[in-house]
């Protein structure tokens, strides 16, 4: 078997007392990175999130304390403050805390949250990058985040509000602005107010028929896509009984699916009537 050592020699030491935040990637052990294996082999405990794929976990040493982290929206979960008091303990019994994340933890991971709070505590820490599970989901289903003749930027967003969010579900960000910009929208954690936020995008002014693709469980065995317009998206979703976790991708880039995907080698489910 090949060193991982000599495959990733510029990795820092993964020391008793600290903490690796890790990106898992979006669900496929096979775009887990090789510093995130490393890492894995060394870890003590591996604080985990609900969106780690089953697979990556599998890679994890036999023996090593696992500690259940998930968050899902809508769901009984651990707090924020729960979690980041777990791995602040766990690094002061002097272990090497791996906490893994789904996608990349600096991507609407709480990344940001629980590095602060370890700074805060004193704890040194570790960034493992991952790759995020907006750009991934749409590689997987055959649409690029961008090409020359679509788009000159995108748009990543949180389609859930932030704790404590005040007004309707969507009215945390400015959709309107959002869909003026005429970018395409890359939406994480929308399932819940897709249909809320359609209907903003919509009184901004964007165009019923614009097409949106959704991709659940991505780059997964239970990867399924659907597109439609803009108009029914919520409607069709629904229909289709998907659920997250799921990526969102509405505008330009949506079509290039139906040119692509026909071409695309692996498992690409397309959903019956949803003219992808």
């Not at 899902?72 to 602040?88: C, K, W």
Request: proline share 8%.
């Amino acid at each position: 078997m090949t060193d991982l050592d000599a495959l990733v020699p510029n990795l820092p030491v993964f020391e008793p007392g600290t903490v690796w935040l890790v990106g898992a990637g979006p669900g496929d052990p096979g775009l887990f990175t090789l510093a995130g294996l490393q890492a894995m082999r060394q870890a003590d405990v591996i604080v985990h999130d609900a969106l780690v794929g089953d697979g990556v976990m599998a890679l994890a040493p036999p023996g090593t304390e696992r500690d259940y982290a998930g968050k899902r929206g809508g769901r009984p979960s651990h707090s924020q403050a729960d979690i980041t008091e777990r791995l602040i303990a766990h690094a002061r019994a002097g272990k090497r805390v791996l906490r893994l994340k789904g996608g990349d933890p600096f991507v609407f991971g709480r990344g940001g949250e629980e590095t602060l709070a370890l700074a805060a505590a004193g704890i040194r820490f570790h960034i493992v990058p991952g790759i995020t599970s907006g750009l991934a989901g749409l590689a997987a289903a055959s649409i690029p985040a961008t090409t020359r003749g679509t788009n000159h930027a995108v748009i990543l967003m949180t389609g859930h509000p932030a704790a404590g969010a005040e007004g309707p579900a969507a009215s945390h960000a400015d959709w309107p602005a959002f869909a003026a910009t005429g970018a395409p929208l890359i939406l994480y954690m929308a399932m819940t107010h897709l249909d809320a936020i359609a209907r903003r995008l919509l009184e901004g002014g964007m165009a019923p028929d614009t097409e949106v693709a959704v991709v659940t469980d991505a780059t997964t065995p239970r990867q399924r896509v659907l597109v439609a317009r803009l108009d029914t998206c919520a409607a069709e979703v629904a229909a289709a009984a998907m659920k997250a976790p799921a990526i969102v991708a509405i505008g330009s880039i949506v079509g290039l699916r139906a040119t692509l995907a026909p071409f695309t080698i692996g498992p690409d489910a397309v959903e019956p009537g949803s003219g992808a």
